[in-house]
């Protein structure tokens, strides 16, 4: 596959440290120097589709395509307002396409994970064009009298357009099933036949564990799609990874041996926007003129799950 167009969409709304300051126990140096971040953009009054939606317009007129050339959607997506239908089945009415669409859960990973979707049936020739959106909200899934993790968060929807070409050089997805460090669990509707012991909450997150986690798992999976693309860190022109933490990418930096120079971040302007983060941040470079023909950039992810993904492209718009 190659990519052809991206798009994003982020809310109105920009939550600046200072602004959490009024109702938590916190301040703008705590925040930052845990996590980089000084603002992120939260959801007030739009809808998560329409963000999609939004992102998904750019990126296929910057394809310069139509909706009606797209013949598959993947959506990721966490969580959001429908249980059903799917998120992507509200974006194919959104754009106007007319073809079948899927949502995919992977959790923060879950862009990469589509990426490899859609270039897996590109491959076997039943899609030509193919949306891949990613939409999240994950401000909704945090308690805000919670210090340790409303602070992380922002919302958003990137996307991009593939077709076939050259582009995906190599990928790689993992998963380790580590469910207690991260999770969220709501309740379902009741019945007269549950006797069951059942729990609901806002997201729970052991912050030293995913840290950990993250760091060892991206630092494994980056030096394992080196050796097999057969190149030096220094070969890259980017390390677009997932936003999560200015900490974590540091440490992947640093792992690597590569100044910061190599890995452009928009996780102090944004927040944490789970699987968009990747999506945004490239349609962000993309933009701005920072992506050239023959960049070979390598996105990384992870998530709850334990999931990890990521792939080596070369940048071919």
């Not at 349609?283 to 050239?292: A, F, S, T």
């Amino acid at each position: 596959m190659k990519i052809i167009g991206t798009g994003r969409a982020h809310p109105a709304k920009v939550v600046t440290n200072a602004m959490l300051e009024e109702f938590l126990d916190t301040s703008d140096e705590w925040i930052k120097e845990r996590t980089g971040m000084s603002v992120r953009k939260v959801i007030s009054d739009e809808k998560l589709e329409d963000l999609a939606i939004e992102a998904s317009i750019k990126a296929i007129e910057d394809a310069g395509l139509k909706a009606t050339d797209i013949d598959y959607i993947i959506c990721s997506n966490v969580v959001n307002e429908y249980v059903t239908p799917s998120l992507s089945c509200i974006i194919q009415g959104g754009v106007g396409a007319k073809c079948a669409c899927v949502d995919v859960n992977a959790a923060c990973s879950g862009f990469i994970y589509a990426l490899d979707m859609a270039d897996d049936r590109l491959k076997s020739g039943k899609a030509r064009n193919i949306l891949v959106v990613a939409a999240e909200e994950p401000t909704r899934m945090v308690d805000w009298s919670d210090r340790s993790t409303c602070v992380l968060f922002g919302d958003g929807a990137g996307a991009v357009v593939v077709t076939q070409g050259e582009g995906m050089i190599c990928s790689r997805l993992t998963t380790q099933s580590k469910t207690s460090c991260l999770y969220y669990k709501r309740m379902l509707e009741p019945t007269p036949y549950i006797t069951k012991e059942e729990t609901a909450g806002p997201m729970y997150m052991n912050g030293r564990e995913v840290f950990k986690t993250a760091v060892l798992s991206s630092a494994k999976d980056i030096t394992k799609l080196l050796k097999q693309a057969g190149l030096q860190p220094s070969d890259l022109k980017y390390y677009i990874l997932h936003q999560a933490n200015m900490r974590i990418i540091e440490a992947v930096a640093n792992y690597l041996k590569l100044d910061m120079s190599y890995f452009p971040t928009n996780v102090e302007r944004c927040g944490n926007t789970s699987s968009a983060s990747v999506a945004l941040l490239l349609d962000e470079l993309h933009r701005d003129g920072k992506l050239q023909r023959g960049d070979k950039i390598l996105m990384s992810a992870f998530g709850a799950g334990f999931t990890t993904a990521a792939c080596i492209i070369e940048w071919t718009k």
